[in-house]
């Protein structure tokens, strides 16, 4: 079961609410039918090298990231793939407008670092929390 997180500007009190964590969707079984994730090219690579080796194993959440030019907070896929429990894939997105990469916020409801903006207003004064809604 993932959980909701809010994010909300303390300036203008505009708020986002995103799903993060894993669920019962967040499994390359149903990855690779979910037609969402068609044009990802990160997914697409996990999913060439999952089904290229029946050994590797799948860590899939979704997970918030940001572009450090863009400053707005994204909502990704995070996957990580494991084979003889070493790392051998983990997803880093590029921001498409920036050719940055972005960077996971690890744990937003403890900090979602300096780089992160209010897409209304430009404030840097986010309050993130968990809203106690669960997703899978
Ligand atoms: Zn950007
Ligand atoms: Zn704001």
Redesign the pocket.
């Known amino acids: 079961m993932g959980d909701g997180v809010s994010i909300r500007?303390s300036?203008?009190q505009?708020q986002e609410d995103f799903g993060i964590g894993s669920g019962m969707t967040t499994y390359m079984p149903f990855i690779k039918h979910d037609s969402r994730f068609g044009e990802n090219s990160e997914v697409r690579k996990a999913i060439e090298i999952w089904q290229n080796n029946e050994n590797v194993r799948d860590v899939c959440s979704y997970q918030l990231c940001v572009c450090p030019e863009c400053k707005r907070i994204k909502h990704r896929l995070y996957i990580e793939l494991f084979l003889d429990k070493k790392l051998v894939f983990q997803s880093n997105y590029i921001c498409r407008k920036h050719n940055n990469a972005m960077s996971w916020i690890k744990d937003p409801t403890v900090s979602l670092g300096d780089n992160c903006e209010?897409p209304?207003?430009g404030?840097h004064d986010l309050l993130c929390y968990d809203n106690g809604l669960m997703w899978d």
Request: aromatic share 0%; net charge positive; with cysteine.
């Open positions: 500007c300036n203008c505009n209010c209304k207003c404030s």
